[in-house]
């Protein structure tokens, strides 16, 4: 897991040895949030297939496999989904899940693959 709070943090993650899909999503989303004025409102944290639940709770304060309102997960039936926007990258999903009104997003990349992260979004698209 990444865990990339600002845009320094994304541009230290960029000269890491990361693969060539993961750092041409960062560099992007690091060049939108600039291009919006948003560099330092938005907090990207890359979740893999092996990353738990608690440690992704642990990073952000909350799970993203709960409604932060009514405390659903999301494999229950009146699971209701709260991000703003899911869209299907190929090997990954981008969840973005806005707070407040300045402009201050998360944006979750999650690796496709085993795992209740990847299963929350897919079967949300």
Same mark, same amino acid.
């Given at each position: $897991?990444?865990?990339?709070? *600002? %845009? %320094?943090?994304?541009e230290?993650?960029?000269?890491?040895?990361?693969?060539a899909d @993961? +750092? $041409?999503m @960062? %560099?992007?989303? @690091?060049?939108?949030?600039?291009?919006q004025?948003?560099?330092d #409102? !938005?907090?990207i944290?890359?979740?893999e /297939?092996?990353?738990a639940? %608690?440690?992704v +709770?642990q990073?952000?304060? =909350?799970?993203?496999?709960m409604?932060? &309102?009514?405390? !659903? /997960?999301y494999d229950?039936?009146g699971?209701?989904?709260y =991000?703003a926007?899911l +869209?299907?990258?190929?090997? =990954?999903?981008?969840l973005?899940?806005?707070?407040?009104?300045?402009?201050?997003?998360?944006?979750?990349? &999650?690796? +496709?693959? *085993?795992?209740?992260f990847?299963? $929350? /979004?897919?079967?949300? #698209?």
């Amino acid at each position: $897991m990444l865990s990339l709070s *600002d %845009a %320094a943090a994304i541009e230290a993650a960029l000269r890491q040895p990361l693969s060539a899909d @993961l +750092k $041409m999503m @960062l %560099a992007a989303r @690091l060049q939108h949030s600039r291009a919006q004025g948003l560099g330092d #409102l !938005t907090y990207i944290v890359v979740i893999e /297939c092996g990353d738990a639940e %608690a440690d992704v +709770k642990q990073v952000l304060g =909350w799970s993203p496999l709960m409604h932060p &309102i009514d405390g !659903t /997960c999301y494999d229950d039936s009146g699971f209701q989904p709260y =991000w703003a926007w899911l +869209k299907d990258l190929g090997g =990954w999903y981008e969840l973005i899940h806005p707070v407040g009104n300045d402009g201050f997003a998360y944006i979750l990349l &999650i690796e +496709k693959g *085993d795992g209740p992260f990847a299963a $929350m /979004c897919g079967g949300n #698209l």
